[in-house]
Every structure is written in C-alpha cells, then in structure tokens.
C-alpha cells in the first residue's frame, strides 16, 4: 500500500547555508542503509523534503527499520499514492487509508491539504474541508478538531498531478546524519558502556573509529571477537568503523612490576588514553570518546577522570558522563548491544585489578610514579603502536 | 610446533571417515526411504555401519539407532526411558558428577513430577556401590552414570553397578553415558547389563553431528523424534547417511588398532603424569595407569588461573581445556566434578585438562612440559595480588 515513504528531519532543517551539505549527507546515509534492504529505492530531495519511492516487492517492515537507524531522521511516514480521478475518488481514498492506518474508535481528526498542484479545480481548504465530511460519514463515531487532533491526514496534490496521503509518523533516531561532525575515536572495551557512549556520539553527526586494548593470555581470542561483534552492532547507525586493536599486554606487566599497584588502573588508563590519542591523530579524529560516568568504578571518580584526562591534549568526550547504570543499560537494550556486552569475557581492565584501587588519585603522585616506568615504557608504547592490528568492521 | 591435547573436547576427522562421508554426499546421496537403487545403495552404508558398532560392542545391529550426538542419546535415553516406564515408577538415579546432556534432562524430568536421587562422590570421582544400592527404591525405574569423567577421566564401577542394580530389580534400566569410555575401554553390554549406552562419534576421529545410542532389544523406550517412522518408528528424519557412514568407518578404524591405542594412551598419559610431577607446585587429580581413563590427565597449577595458563599455552600452539570445555563458557567456568571432589578454591580456579588421542605424540607431550616449566615461573609472577 506504501509506495512512498516521506522522512521528515528536523535539526538539519535550520543549519541555515549549510543546510544542503547536511540534506546531501542524510541522503547518503539512507542509501547505504537500504543498500542491504530487499527492493530497488529511489532517494530525492524535494521542496525540503527527502522522499524515498520503493520499487514493487520491497519490505516495507524492513525498509523501515533500517531507516529508524539512520541519525538525522526525525519520523518516517508511510505514504499512499493516489491518481487524480477527481475529488470522490479521492475521497474514497482517503476513508480506506484511515481505516488500513488506524484501529478506528473515537478520535479526533483534522485534514490538511497541501496543493502544489495548481490547476487542481478545488482550493486547499474547500479540499480538507470536503474530505473531512466524506470521513465522517464513513466512520460517524469520529469527530473533528482543528486545534489538537489525535490523527492528521495530510493531503498532497502534488504538481505530477500524483496525490499523496499520509498520516502516521514513525519515529526515527533523530540526531544529525552522520558524516557531518567530523570523526572521533572511541575507546571500545568489551563492556556495556563504550558501545552506548559510541551510539551517542554518532548520534550527533561523528563518524567513528574505534581503539580495543587486549592482553593475551589473559583476554582470549573470544573476548577480542566479542569487541569485533560490538564494533559491528554500531554500524548500522555509524557506518563502517576501523576498529584498533592494540596489544597491550607487555605495558601492563611492565607497570605492574614498577608501580604501586593501587595505582595500576589509572596509570594503564593513562597509557591507553596516550595510545588512542596517537592513533586518533593519525586517522584524522578530533576527539576521544570514552564511555566513562562519573563514580561508577574506581577509575571514574572525579579525581581518576582528572588524572587520565590530564594526559590528552584532544578534547575527550565522555557522552555518558550523568547517566546512571540503569540508563546506559537501557541505551545498550534499545542499541541490542547489551546481549553482547554481558558476555563474561574477561576484559584487560579487571585481570590486575587491585582489591583497594586508589579513588582519589594525586595527579603529581600518579606522575612521580610513572617515572619509574621510563627505562622501557617509550619502547613498549612504540612496540605496541607498531604491532597494532586495524580491522575494518562493517 | 603444534600440540592438540584438548581430544575430549573433540578430535580430528579421520581421511578415511571423510572420504566416506563426501562419496555419500556426492555419489550414494539416496535416501534409504526411496525404493529405487540410489535409496538401497544408500541404506547399504547404514547397514555396514551399524553391523561394525553393533560387533565393537557385541551386541545386535538391530539395537543401534544412530543419533545426532551424544547430547541427544542421553536425552533419548532418559526422557524416553522415564516416559515408557512411568507407570511402574516415578524415580530415578544418577551421579552428581554427570555431563550436562544428564543433568539437564534430569532437571526436566523433576519439573516433571519425577523424583531424581543423585549419588556423590569419593575425592577420586567414583560413586560408592553401597550408596547406591541404599538409593535403589521400589519405584526406581532407571540409573544413569558415566563411565568416564569428562573432566579427570575417573571410571565409574559400571560392571558392579549393572550387576547390582539388577539383582535389586531387573526392571530398572540401566543407562550409561559412554561417551568419553567408548573405543578407549572395552563395553560389553550384554555383560555388563547395560540396557541404554551413549556414543558421540566427534570424540573418535568422526565427524560432528553423529553418534550413536546402544538400545537393549527387551528395553521399553519411547521415541523423542516423531516422524516418517525411520530407524524402526524409533527416530525418526532422514537417514544421516553421510553421518552414520562416517561414524561407522571411524569406530572401525579405532576397534581395528584398540589394544595398540590403548598401550599408547596409557604411555603419553604415563609422561604426562611423571612429567607434571617435575614441575613446581602441580597436583595431578586423574589416577595413574589403567585405574583411571587412558586418555584424560587433569591437574591444578595453583597461583596461575586455568583461563590464563590455556590462552598462554595457545600462543604457543598447545590447545588444552579448563575443566570441561562444554561448560567453560558460562559465567563461572568452575566444573562440577572439580567441586564435588571438593578441591580447594585454589585448585578449582587452575585446573587444566589434558586429553589424548591415538594420534598424540610423545613429542606433543615433551612439547607441552616443556612450555609449562617454562611458563608457570612468569605466570605465577604476575598472579593478582
């Protein structure tokens, strides 16, 4: 019955001069996320409007779940089309689209018409106003508000002289399409929360890239497929991710030999954050994302947070910085990464974990302590830069 | 160098099973249901396979019904047997040592009204015979044990336990999960009064997927499959042809060298033992020589977590277990048998398992000690503080 479907976004809307290059990206982005749909879809931009017209046999359920994961999308509508064989015709139309589209009780309802079509007999409120008699007399137990009406049927008389109706609104993710923020690396580990910190970030425009520290033998082969399948999960809504994986083994036993070992999280944190910030530059980022909340875990006090930040000279975004447990979890729910994320595979954060980790870490204490690191540490970090594996996941 | 010691898990196809199984899947694909030649042609490979288990165990090739593995046949088994029996009573009895494919069923089988007694056992793994035979009630309708621990290789007093059991009641049924035991220790069911025996076929050089469950001819069973009525109404599907023929060629190659195996298995684990007793800090669980599985050594490197060792020992091409591999996944990979031989936290958290194979070398055994005596020092280095 949808041979059209009308995506409505809002946000791109207003970005005044820019506002082509935001509508280009968008366009971009809904192509490659229906590449891997079934059907042939046609992708325009109308009057500010994009419009995507599906081929014969394409899946409309599908279809739309793919764009619920496109950033930039603010609400999708299914849309009817209509010949123009004159206004009962239409009419008719209209009371069979309400009737497939909604489970019919005691709304209210408003039509609105919108005529592009010029040498169309009738004028756009004589229209609304006809129809709405028309579907009161079909359906009597409905009835009319102007103002604040449960269901909108919008009426498009367009120029081809094609008519589009549509009412319903599907939601999608709203945010900006990705592609026109720039890009950022995100610190991936193998928990529930760097992939939803991910998930925000692209929300807003940025492309990701992504950095995973493992340490065999004391990740496995599993825990590092696990990063590669949460990497994965986010495509859809980021696109491809070169995702990093650093071996980070040697650094970890070396500061584990040579520093105080309630002072390990934070100083590996540390190095992790230096190693990322390398990679970050090297690709061309402009941030490091982290999925860090404040006082979640040792290493997230305001104190830690300080320490490990004061070793970048990017801006690190730490998109989930006031959520609650709770509220990250629901994010990985809705993102289908929690499945993932929970799989018990030891990650490098826990192996060495202290039982009593430092919470309020001196910055000058946490440096005075690292110095002792500075017989081989510069050789480690360039030995495991070097030794890094890039995966491109998509 | 490369050294599999992890053959419980699983082992590796035999050239000869695959050459069995591509010629039934490329030439003799029939369908043993269909009339015409292919289908006959095809049903000549079940018949040769199941004529070559029915004679390792020397019983009647009728009594073989080929499965999908050894997770099916115990199901089969128990829930098929507690089902056909259900009116003569509504108890049964097994270990608590048994493989998940036991326990869980007999999980199911409690939600189902049934009474379930589980037998402990000593620090070696065995089940004592008096505590069975005080567990054997009225309405006992059926005992299930394994006749080789999965994780230390323990041997259960099967022949005792048939006899025992049926002198108390000839009625009950006795099962026994023999997927660890079968082509490494010698099963006579007829002898040892086994009505229902479980095989795997991926645990000796067959192919995934295939196994086998021995059916006493006498023995009331209830299908778990219901269908087009193959393998005599019994379980039903297509015939797995290239399956069964794949299985049937790897239990004829192992029953053809089985005395040679079993003197080589008892040889690698012999090194393996006296190896492990070299290096500092080991405690080996599996008994020496034919007292225990030829084929299975188990032992705790304490200081060292099991995870750890077996990713450290897979850098170096030497793939071994933690406890039981099917039950390493779940969130707190600690084996049954382990606790219920009450080791210590220590050596519950580093047990590693070895295990063997025909085609395991003395060389893959110096490998792995080597690696080990080399290892353990820098691992336990940097054991959490």
New interface residues.
């Given amino acids: 019955m949808y041979k059209t479907l009308l995506i409505k976004y809002g946000e791109i809307a207003i970005k005044g001069k820019n506002r082509h290059l935001f509508e280009d990206a968008l366009v971009r982005q809904i192509r490659h996320a229906l590449k891997s749909c079934d059907g042939e879809f046609t992708v325009y931009k109308e009057q500010g409007r994009i419009f995507i017209d599906c081929g014969d046999g394409y899946d409309y359920e599908e279809a739309v779940a793919a764009l619920q994961h496109v950033f930039g999308i603010v609400g999708i509508c299914p849309v009817m089309q209509a010949e123009d064989q004159g206004i009962d015709v239409l009419a008719a139309d209209a009371v069979r689209f309400l009737g497939v589209s909604y489970q019919l009780e005691h709304q209210t309802f408003k039509v609105v018409t919108r005529r592009a079509n010029k040498r169309y007999p009738m004028e756009s409120m004589e229209i609304s106003a006809y129809l709405g008699e028309k579907i009161l007399e079909a359906y009597p137990q409905l009835s009319v508000d102007v103002h604040d009406p449960e269901i909108l049927l919008h009426v498009e008389l367009r120029e081809s002289g094609k008519i589009f109706l549509y009412s319903k609104v599907i939601p999608g993710p709203g945010g900006m399409p990705v592609g026109t923020n720039g890009k950022a690396m995100l610190l991936l580990s193998g928990g529930i929360d760097s992939p939803v910190a991910g998930y925000m970030i692209c929300k807003r425009g940025v492309k990701l890239d992504a950095t995973y520290f493992h340490a ?6 599993r825990a590092k497929q696990k990063v590669i399948d949460l990497a994965k999960k986010l495509t859809p809504y980021a696109g491809p991710i070169n995702l990093h994986v650093v071996n980070f083994t040697d650094i970890q ?1 070396y500061i ?2 040579k520093c105080p ?1 309630d002072e390990l999280t934070i100083i590996m944190r540390r190095y992790m954050m230096r190693i990322a910030e390398h990679f970050a530059k090297e690709t061309k980022s402009l941030a490091l994302v982290t999925g860090e909340s404040i006082g979640q875990v040792a290493s997230q006090t305001m104190q830690s947070l300080a320490a490990t930040n004061a070793v970048c000279t990017m801006p690190v975004y730490r998109p989930l910085i006031g959520f609650d447990k709770q509220e990250i979890i629901d994010v990985s729910e809705k993102i289908d990464t929690y499945e993932t994320s929970i799989l ?1 595979y ?1 990650d490098c954060c826990t ?4 039982k009593h980790p430092v919470t309020k870490p001196n910055l000058h204490i946490i440096e005075a302590s690292e110095k002792k690191l500075s017989e081989k540490i510069d050789e480690l970090v360039r030995t495991a830069i070097e030794t890094t594996e890039t995966i491109w996941v998509e | 160098m490369e050294a599999y010691l992890d053959n419980s898990a699983t082992t590796r196809c035999l050239e000869s099973v695959k050459d069995v199984v591509v010629k039934t899947m490329l030439e003799d694909y029939g369908n043993p249901s269909s009339k015409h030649t292919k289908g006959v042609e095809a049903e000549r490979y079940l018949r040769e396979a199941r004529e070559v288990i029915a004679r390792s165990l020397k019983v009647n090739e009728k009594e073989i019904y080929f499965t999908s593995g050894g997770t099916e046949s115990n199901n089969w088994a128990l829930l098929g047997g507690a089902y056909a029996n259900r009116r003569a009573g509504k108890h049964l009895i097994t270990t608590a040592v048994e493989h998940a494919a036991v326990l869980m069923p007999m999980q199911f089988l409690e939600e189902q009204g049934f009474r379930i007694t589980y037998l402990p056992v000593d620090s070696k793994g065995h089940i004592s015979l008096r505590d069975l035979e005080n567990a054997i009630c009225e309405d006992t309708i059926l005992v299930s044990m394994m006749m080789v621990n999965n994780e230390i290789g323990a041997i259960e007093p099967v022949e005792e336990a048939g006899r025992l059991i049926k002198q108390k009641n000839p009625k009950i049924l006795f099962h026994v999960d023999a997927i660890q035991a079968y082509s490494k220790l010698r099963i006579y069911p007829k002898r040892m009064q086994i009505d229902l025996l479980s095989v795997s076929g991926h645990k000796l050089h067959g192919p995934k997927g295939t196994g086998f469950l021995y059916v006493n001819d006498k023995v009331k069973l209830k299908p778990l499959l219901y269908g087009g009525g193959q393998q005599r109404g019994m379980r039903s599907g297509t015939d797995n042809v290239p399956g069964a023929a794949g299985l049937g060629e790897a239990v004829r190659q192992a029953f053809a060298c089985f005395a040679e195996s079993e003197a080589h298995l008892l040889m690698l684990k012999e090194r393996m033992i006296a190896g492990l007793e070299q290096l500092d800090q080991v405690v080996v669980h599996s008994e020496r020589g034919t007292a225990g599985a030829p084929h299975i050594v188990s032992a705790a490197f304490p200081g060292v977590r099991s ?9 170096r091409n030497i793939y071994v277990s933690s406890g039981s591999a099917c039950s390493s ?3 707190l990979p600690v084996s049954t048998v382990l606790k219920e031989i009450h080791l210590d936290q220590p050596l519950l958290e580093s047990t590693i398992r070895f295990s063997f194979s025909r085609f395991t070398t003395a060389e893959e055994i110096d490998y792995c000690l080597e690696t080990l005596a080399e290892l353990l020092p820098v691992l336990r280095r ?1 054991s ?2």
């Avoid at chain 2, 995870?307 to 850098?315: C, D």
Wanted: aromatic content about 12%.
């Fill in positions: 065999p033998p004391y990740t496995s082969e036993l584990y030999e070992h018990p030891e192996i060495f974990v202290a | 995870e750890v060792l077996l990713h450290a020992l897979e850098e996944n779940k969130k940097y959490r503080r």
